[in-house]
Structures are given as structure tokens and as C-alpha cells.
């Protein structure tokens, strides 16, 4: 009998994301896995700076797989710099669980470019990663840019891409159509579809939201990049009593988008809300929309959790999921980033008609099937066979 190939997985915490992939690895049982954090175990109740607060997840996210805490030893540790993940016994640990290949998510950190550098060309080394070419601008800088990220992966074999824009970004910076492989983004779609139709006739009495009217949702942090005062001044202009906003989340943008709806009793704030709860509150709205202006809304998984709950959506052109997910006047509309005129227009359209955002909802709910976690695993099992063979 075959000894089964084992494979490293490296990636700097568990996230709601990635453990169920993990886990459906692990229990399907056609590589051996063990995953890598390299962040150290002091990330499970670390702060986020966009939600601005310490975030500890409600769903077990390190239950029913392999894996080992990588010493960190940044003098800043975090995800959101180069020198945030510093690790300087990875390198042995991975050696010593004798992989056959191993996977990065992300290689924008220290710990993991050495590790990458070090494997290329002793085994398989893949990639997975989420950019996109959206936010590109031209000059000196982005020459270099790509000198750069030409040179980066030029170490890797093969990468996972999670969607058109990704494919585009990884072709534009050297990777052949031969070494990419689809894995798309998923969010749990089972656990969102749980009908929870008690729940959401209770949040929405309690916001005085009658079920006649139309509620839209934005779920996220309230930053910069996501926009949520473009879609605050939009709703102003719309000017539909039995229309009603509601925002989710904290962030730096908060006090600006509070300010500005004080005077609005059908404008709504609930503060960051965990994953067992995010159901009701997609369930509760007529309408998600995601105004994000980037730079860096790689994705917009927010996107995949609305429609895994039956819903409408109103993205802009700068969300990276949009052209996978977003299908004119079938399940939504995209509008152009920044453009308050367009927004507005869109958000007047859709809110005329109930039966047409319960229709784009429907749609939405079929159109995320395909985007789940067992696709995900089955590409990461095909592509590793394929390779380590």
C-alpha cells in the first residue's frame, strides 16, 4: 500500500476562512496534513486594528486537524507588516514533519519568504494568496513592483487562485496559466442558510423595522477602504422613509458615519457582532451592499455570507469578488467606486421592489453553491497527487 503524501500548510492564524478546509483535509484523509501558525499562539485574542478591539471567535477554529505554533519573535508581531511575522525556527519545524510539499497563504512576511526561498526547489512549494490588479497605478514604483514580485514568485511552483482577478494578478506577475489552479473563496454556506426566521422578526421589531420596508446591510469594519460614509450620504440622498440602513461592525470610520445619521431614525448601528450571530443579521436585510473603495478589498467575503443567506447585493467595481459573483441585474448590480450619483441611482432602483430583491436573492443563493470549502480541499488533494507524484 502507498504511504500517503504529507503535506505543511503555513499561514500565520487560524481564521474562520481556512480551519473548515483544514479539517475537511484532514477527515477526508487523502493527504496527511499539519498546519503552521506562524503568528504564535498569542494570536488567538489578538487585537484587530479594523474592528478596533480584541476579536476572539465564537466557532472552534483549531478543532479536528493537525497543527503547531510557530514561535514569533517580532518585537511587533501582527499580520499587517513584513516584520509582524518573524520566525526563526520554521524552517526546522517543517523539516521535521518531512513534507512532501508544502503551501504558503501569503508570503508578505519575513518568516514566510525565508521558508519559501529555502524550499524552492527541494520540494514542491505552492502559494495561495488573494491580490488582485485593482488598486495597480503606473510609474517608477510599479516597474519596480513587478521586478520585485516576478523575483518572489519565481520561488513557487504553482498557486491556488480564488478568482478571475486573482488569476489576472498572478499571470500579470510571471506564474504560467499551467501552474494555476481555481480554489475558490468560501465561507461556511451550510451554517449560513440555517433558516432563523425568529431571530430576524426580532432584530427587526426591535429596530422598529416593519416587514414591509426594505432594510440594506453593511457588515464589516467601518474603514477607509470599505466606504461606508459614501453609502451613509447616498442613503441621505435617497431620502425613502421606509427604507432602513443598517451598519455592523467598529472601525476608525465609525464616529464620522454615526455624526452624520444622527439625525435619522431609520439609520441603525449594532456594534461587531461574531459568527454565530452573523445569520440573523444578513437574514434580517432586503439588500447587502459592499461600497468598498480599496485600495486592498482583495475579496469581500461579506459577498459569499449575503448570498449564502439568499440575499441581493450592490458591490462596486473595486471589490475583487465582484466579477465572480456579482451578476448584472441577475442577483445584483455593481457600481462605480466613489461615484455617490451611481450609488444612489442603484440604491433607488433596487429598493422600489421588494420582489425583485427576494428574486436577486434567490439567484444569489445558487450562484454561491459552487464557491465551498469541499472545492477548496479537492484542489488543494488534485493538485498535490498530481504534483508530489
Excluded at 481556512?18 to 483535509?25: D, I
Excluded at 483549531?62 to 508581531?77: A, M
Excluded at 414591509?212 to 425613502?240: Q, R, S, Y
Aim: proline letters at 4%; hydrophobic letters at 40%.
Amino acid at each position: 500500500m502507498r504511504e500517503m503524501k504529507k503535506l505543511a500548510i503555513v499561514t500565520t492564524h487560524p481564521i474562520q476562512y481556512y480551519a473548515p478546509v483544514f479539517k475537511l483535509l484532514h477527515e477526508r484523509n487523502r493527504v496527511s496534513i499539519k498546519v503552521f501558525y506562524t503568528w504564535g499562539n498569542a494570536a488567538i485574542n489578538n487585537y484587530d486594528p479594523g474592528f478596533n478591539k480584541k476579536i476572539t471567535w465564537d466557532i472552534p477554529l483549531l478543532d479536528g486537524y493537525p497543527y503547531e505554533w510557530v514561535n514569533n519573535t517580532s518585537s511587533n508581531p501582527g499580520s499587517h507588516h513584513f516584520n509582524g511575522i518573524v520566525n526563526p525556527g520554521l524552517i526546522e519545524q517543517l523539516k521535521t514533519f518531512e513534507p512532501d510539499a508544502v503551501l504558503f497563504i501569503g508570503w508578505s512576511y519575513s518568516g514566510h519568504l525565508k521558508a519559501i526561498r529555502y524550499f524552492k526547489n527541494k520540494m514542491p512549494v505552492w502559494f495561495r494568496g488573494d491580490s488582485t490588479l485593482l488598486d495597480e497605478t503606473s510609474g517608477v514604483r510599479s516597474i519596480l513592483k513587478t521586478i520585485f514580485l516576478k523575483w518572489v514568485y519565481r520561488h513557487v511552483d504553482g498557486a491556488f487562485y480564488n478568482g478571475i482577478n486573482n488569476k489576472v494578478y498572478f499571470l500579470r506577475y510571471g506564474l504560467k496559466e499551467k501552474q494555476l489552479t481555481f480554489a475558490p473563496h468560501a465561507v461556511d454556506n451550510d451554517r449560513f442558510a440555517v433558516e432563523k426566521t425568529t431571530d430576524v422578526i426580532s432584530l427587526r421589531e426591535s429596530l422598529g423595522i416593519a416587514p414591509t420596508d426594505v432594510l440594506i446591510l453593511f457588515a464589516g469594519k467601518l474603514e477607509e477602504k470599505k466606504d461606508p460614509e459614501l453609502l451613509m450620504d447616498a442613503f441621505i440622498a435617497l431620502n425613502e422613509p421606509k427604507v432602513h440602513l443598517l451598519f455592523v461592525g467598529s472601525g476608525a470610520k465609525e464616529k464620522t458615519v454615526k455624526s452624520k445619521a444622527a439625525s435619522y431614525t431609520n439609520v441603525h448601528f449594532i456594534d461587531f457582532q461574531n459568527q454565530t450571530y452573523m445569520p440573523v443579521l444578513y437574514q434580517s436585510c432586503d439588500l447587502f451592499c459592499l461600497p468598498s473603495k480599496g485600495p486592498g478589498e482583495t475579496w469581500g467575503l461579506a459577498v459569499n455570507e449575503a448570498m449564502a443567506c439568499a440575499k441581493a447585493i450592490l458591490v462596486s467595481d473595486k471589490c475583487g469578488c465582484a466579477v465572480d459573483l456579482v451578476k448584472n441585474e441577475e442577483n445584483g448590480v455593481i457600481f462605480k467606486t466613489g461615484s455617490l450619483a451611481d450609488l444612489v441611482a442603484c440604491l433607488k432602483r433596487l429598493t422600489e421592489n421588494k420582489e425583485l430583491l427576494n428574486n436577486y436573492g434567490k439567484a444569489s443563493y445558487q450562484i454561491i453553491q459552487p464557491f465551498n470549502f469541499l472545492a477548496i480541499a479537492e484542489a488543494i488533494e488534485k493538485t498535490f497527487v498530481h504534483e508530489t507524484n
